[in-house]
């Protein structure tokens, strides 16, 4: 049975693709087929890196393709373990059919009051919706010190969605990867690829779960 990640943002650049992207190589890695599905038809983050990764020769990550709607993305899937969904850069219509359609929702959401302001109050909406709380999880992003970690943790943890463990620190060298078709766990500095691992092995641990 394929398994069905959503990652959906309020708001863009809090680090939606980043995680799909990393969620994709660890899970492939790990050898689960894996296949991306790039709802932001208007920039195809992930597609553009995950051609700049083939062009330099990198491991491919499964099948990545553009789809304008989860419906179209959840066809011909049975053959794979896992399928991940990379939302519109911002919150809309259509990001409750995706999180309908999805085993677990990642929100990224960064540490000032105007990201995680929109972030809880998206995840009301969902909840409002019919979405069960235990499908609706934070991750942190763009962090910059560890007692911003635990403020942020503490704070979200109030709401009564899931926050998963680790963050993504705010680092050149995460971009600087990605620039390059790699992931945030491929970077030349094992320290932060181990940082990234850890935000990464919560979502698996979640999908171990389902």
């Not at 503490?154 to 060298?173: D, N, R």
């Amino acid at each position: 049975m394929t398994i069905c990640i959503s990652f959906i943002s309020q708001k863009g650049g809090v680090g939606k693709s980043t995680l799909a992207r990393g969620l994709a190589r660890e899970a492939n890695n790990q050898e689960l087929t894996v296949k991306v599905a790039d709802l932001d038809t208007q920039q195809g983050t992930i597609v553009n890196w995950h051609r700049r990764r083939l062009d330099l020769n990198y491991k491919p990550i499964g099948s990545v393709e553009s789809f304008k709607t989860a419906e179209q993305a959840l066809q011909n899937i049975s053959h794979y373990d896992l399928l991940i969904i990379d939302g519109p850069a911002r919150a809309s219509k259509a990001t409750l059919d995706i999180a309908r359609q999805s085993d677990i929702v990642i929100q990224p959401t960064g540490a000032s009051m105007d990201d995680l302001e929109p972030a809880i109050l998206l995840f009301h909406e969902l909840f409002k919706a019919g979405i069960p709380k235990s499908k609706l999880f934070f991750a942190l992003s763009r962090i910059g010190t560890d007692s911003e970690l635990d403020a942020c943790k503490t704070y979200l943890i109030q709401t009564g969605y899931g926050v998963l463990a680790g963050c993504l620190f705010e680092k050149p060298s995460y971009r600087q990867a990605q620039n390059l078709g790699l992931s945030i766990t491929e970077t030349s500095y094992q320290s932060l690829n181990k940082k990234a691992d850890e935000l990464i092995q919560s979502i698996v641990d979640a999908i171990k779960s389902e």
